[in-house]
């Protein structure tokens, strides 16, 4: 609460790599933006639980995670695992425009949604986001030895999809 | 660690010195291995820069806007707004109708202020909880209710620093914040018919008591610890 401009220039600051983060996670382009309004909105709300001095962007990451797990929670209860057909062509599809999806963005999007959640979120905070094992750990609060398996699970099954073999 | 752990962790530059090292003579002898290392730095060079896409194109304003709202409004009670259309009441009038809902709230409820052990009491022109409402927000916990007509439900700092809870009885639910005079109510709101009290979600909530509590909260609510800690430090 001491410097609010700060804070707000730092989530500013973070916004291209917080949309990088949530296109990893979530479908679409669009479900992504989303994603990143809704966790900005959290952050602001939130914004006296961060403490200055720590990593602004390992914080706001965390809470975007914690809400895509609860969208993805809230929407297992109203559909099957896996998005019908009609759904899954759209990925990597933004009807706003402002991502103009290149058919490698949209094949690796595809790829990444056949991860589970969980494999997911650590192969796009460690492999694209560029954080470390500990980093990771802290911010999921998982063991370090999870994180280090899930992300071998992912990234041999993303290999097998996507890779130059 | 399994080989494959110690084979990535190497990749990703997790290894410590020793290890490392031992690693790459391993590699350096094995071509499946070396061959493994090139496909997986290749495949982390693809998602990164096939990421990076995104991350490169221009922000929409939308998402600006969503932290320096033009009008300094903030963001979830606006979005509410918009999707469910509201009375847009002056404060004063919200205020007004607020201690009516109040005042209708107590009188209908098992709360009587016509006994000397009544619930609230007014102290410098505003209304303070008082006898067992008193009682309650000041030592009962969510997470451990007790028996008694009051039943505490979320527990959180408002964006002024005070802490807050919403209580419910037998026909109305409120809240109350702390203050150095005491539990200060904020709202009364009567109980839908045939309602469970025991709220733990705001969800379950008077949709009125939600709204309150949406416009004021700052963060999440307490947790079982915190809430614990917050009465051991007597509801600083």
Redesign the interface.
């Given at each position: 609460m001491d410097q609010p401009l700060s804070f707000?220039d730092g989530?500013?600051e973070l916004?291209?790599?917080l949309?990088?983060f949530a296109?990893?996670l979530t479908r679409s382009?669009a479900d992504?933006?989303d994603l990143?309004?809704m966790a900005?909105?959290r952050a602001?709300?939130?914004?006296?639980?961060w403490q200055p001095g720590t990593r602004l962007d390992s914080w706001v990451y965390r809470i975007m995670r914690n809400l895509w797990i609860d969208t993805v929670r809230s929407r297992s209860r109203k559909e099957k695992f896996e998005a019908p057909p009609e759904e899954a062509e759209q990925v990597g599809e933004d009807p706003?425009g402002?991502?103009?999806a290149?058919a490698?963005?949209k094949r690796?999007m595809g790829a990444m949604q056949q991860l589970p959640e969980e494999q997911r979120e650590v192969?796009a905070l460690?492999?694209?986001e560029?954080f470390?094992?500990k980093e990771v750990s802290e911010m999921l609060d998982l063991p370090i030895?999870t994180v280090?398996?899930r992300?071998?699970r992912g990234?041999?099954a993303?290999?097998t999809m996507?890779?130059?073999? | 660690m399994s080989p494959d752990e110690k084979f990535f962790g190497w990749l990703d530059g997790e290894l410590s010195g020793a290890e490392a090292a031992e690693m790459e003579a391993k590699i350096a002898s094995d071509p499946d291995l070396a061959r493994l290392a090139k496909q997986h730095r290749a495949l982390g060079g693809k998602l990164k820069s096939v990421f990076d896409q995104v991350a490169e194109a221009p922000v929409s304003q939308k998402l600006i806007d969503a932290v320096r709202p033009p009008a300094q409004v903030i963001d979830f009670q606006a979005a509410k707004s918009a999707r469910e259309p509201r009375r847009s009441w002056p404060a004063a009038a919200q205020w007004a109708a607020m201690a009516a809902t109040l005042v209708l709230g107590f009188f209908a409820g098992t709360f009587t202020p016509r006994y000397d052990n009544a619930p609230v009491k007014v102290q410098d022109g505003a209304i303070y909880a008082s006898a067992s409402l008193n009682q309650a927000l000041s030592s009962e916990l969510a997470s451990a209710p007790a028996s008694g007509p009051v039943r505490i439900g979320l527990t959180y700092r408002d964006q002024t620093g005070a802490i807050c809870r919403t209580f419910t009885e037998a026909k109305s639910s409120g809240l109350a914040c702390r203050n150095g005079a005491g539990w200060q109510l904020r709202g009364l709101f009567p109980a839908p018919e045939g309602q469970a009290d025991a709220y733990r979600m705001a969800a379950g909530m008077d949709s009125n008591l939600a709204a309150l509590v949406d416009s004021s909260i700052a963060g999440d609510p307490f947790d079982p610890a915190q809430e614990k800690a917050a009465r051991r430090q007597g509801w600083k």
């Open positions: 707000e989530l500013v916004l291209p790599r949309r990088r296109n990893a382009p992504a933006d990143v309004q900005i909105e602001l709300r939130s914004q006296c639980q706003s402002t991502v103009e290149s490698d963005l690796v192969v460690i492999l694209i560029g470390g094992y030895g280090s398996s992300l071998v990234r041999t993303l290999l996507v890779g130059d073999r | -």
